[in-house]
């Protein structure tokens, strides 16, 4: 009997980070959402679903604590839940991108609307894509699909580097849209580092899954 109840405990925390991870993805896509549109309530919210994520965040941090001080977990279950204790901080801090990206949208709101050389919402949907495939991961328990996140990372970064050299060149070429320039470099940083985030939730899925740590693989590969 207490090794149903530990297992029934898994699966209620399970469930509560994927509760958590919806609404760090409904949080970065109305962000992106408002930024494109200008919409500014959605803005506001962003800033109310960031609330429950940070709400959510000591939740999950509580349960994972407690399984841990009170069932002494092995093996495959201890790599879980210490998986969920580091996920649910990359879910937090996707949340905090998007909330950075809708405070850029409205500080953006007086300025006038531009069009600038450079694709946001072909970026925001790669970095949706990267977010949803790890928490699909996390839900099949399926490595396999933790990789391709891995995969997808360099071409986000290679996105961010482009639109840093364009919108330099932008505001060298036209000071007067610096603003929205610069808004829209630390809104691609924002999404870069959200996908960044993603990688860390899919290295954590393959963790658990594994029992391997990939982290820097790739990039000590690249090294040699």
Same mark, same amino acid.
Request: negative net charge; charged residues 25%; aromatic residues 4%.
């Given at each position: 009997?207490?090794?149903i109840?530990f297992?029934q405990q898994l ?5 509560r ?11 970065l ?9 200008g ?10 679903i960031?609330a429950? /994520?940070?709400a ?15 069932e002494? +977990? ?5 790599r879980?839940?210490l998986?969920? /204790?580091?996920?649910n901080?990359?879910?937090e801090?996707?949340?905090?991108q ?8 409205q500080?953006?709101?007086?300025? +006038? ?18 977010i949803?495939?790890a ?26 580097r482009d ?8 505001m060298?070429q036209? +000071?007067?849209?610096s ?5 829209? /470099? /630390?809104?691609?940083?924002n ?5 960044d985030h ?14 391997s ?9 690249e090294?040699?």
């Open positions: 009997m207490p090794r109840n297992q699966v209620a925390l399970k469930d980070l994927l509760a958590m991870a919806a609404l760090s993805q409904q949080a896509s109305l962000s992106l959402e408002a930024y494109l549109t919409d500014m309530s959605l803005c506001e919210h962003v800033k109310e960031e429950a /994520i940070n959510a965040e000591r939740d999950v941090d509580e349960m994972a604590y407690d399984l841990l001080a009170k002494q +977990p092995m093996a495959i279950d201890l879980f839940i998986s969920v /204790i580091k996920i901080g990359d879910l801090r996707i949340g905090d998007a909330t950075n990206i809708a405070s850029r949208t500080f953006l709101n007086d300025s +006038p609307k531009i069009s600038l050389p450079i694709d946001i919402p072909d970026m925001g949907e790669k970095v949706g894509v990267m949803r495939r928490v699909q991961s996390l839900i099949e328990a399926d490595a396999k699909l933790a990789e391709s996140v891995l995969a997808m990372d360099d071409e986000i970064d290679d996105m961010n639109v840093q050299a364009e919108l330099v060149e932008v060298q036209h +000071p007067m849209v603003g929205q320039a610069l808004n829209a /470099i /630390i809104i691609s940083r999404l870069e580092r959200a996908a993603a990688t860390n939730i899919a290295e954590d899925v393959i963790f658990w899954v594994r029992g740590d990939v982290r820097h693989k790739f990039s000590l590969a090294a040699d």
